[in-house]
């Protein structure tokens, strides 16, 4: 699986900006950070640890476990960034390894940028690896102060 950029990530060959938010021996979370461009604050991906194409390959533990952490993060992300909504999304066209996006929606983000343009919104909470490096904390913290686990 050596091309494939989630389990390149999840091998710590490429480490996420502001670490790793949550990990166990069937999942694993980060926040979203393109190259290149200031990152939309409040993206977080959710991922499989095994290398799965998609949602019908997970096992009733995987499933669970995927589940579990987008609903936990969610909250987490709500209460990180305010967000009123947060949207998750999976389509698997250019890297089949099971990945969900998670994205926060901002309160005042304008009708035009909703559901699948939410990053295209060109006033968006955005930042570098210090801003965020700062939510990851702060999700963490949720994480943890919500479940009892690091």
């Known amino acids: ?10 091998h710590a060959e490429k480490p996420p900006v502001g670490g790793v ?4 021996e069937l999942v694993y979370a980060h ?9 939309y604050l409040g ?7 095994r290398h799965i194409p998609d949602f019908a390959g997970l096992t009733p533990d ?38 969900v996006h998670l ?3 901002y309160p005042e983000t304008p009708q035009e940028y909703l559901r699948w343009n939410l990053s295209d919104w060109p006033d968006a909470p955005r930042g570098g690896e210090d ?11 949720a994480l943890t102060s919500t479940s009892g686990v690091s």
């Not at 938010?21 to 166990?24: K, R, S």
């Open 1 to 10: 699986m050596g091309d494939c950029l989630f389990c390149t990530i999840q």
């Open 21 to 24: 938010l949550y990990e166990d």
């Open 31 to 39: 926040h979203y950070v393109p190259e290149n461009r200031p990152a």
């Open 43 to 49: 993206h977080v991906m959710v991922e499989t640890k």
């Open 62 to 99: 995987e499933a669970q476990a995927v589940g579990l952490l987008i609903t936990r993060l969610s909250s987490a992300l709500k209460t990180c960034t305010g967000a009123e909504k947060v949207y998750a999304e999976f389509y698997g066209e250019v890297t089949p390894h099971l990945h």
């Open 103 to 105: 994205m926060a929606r």
């Open 131 to 141: 801003e965020v490096t700062r939510l990851c904390q702060q999700l963490h913290s």
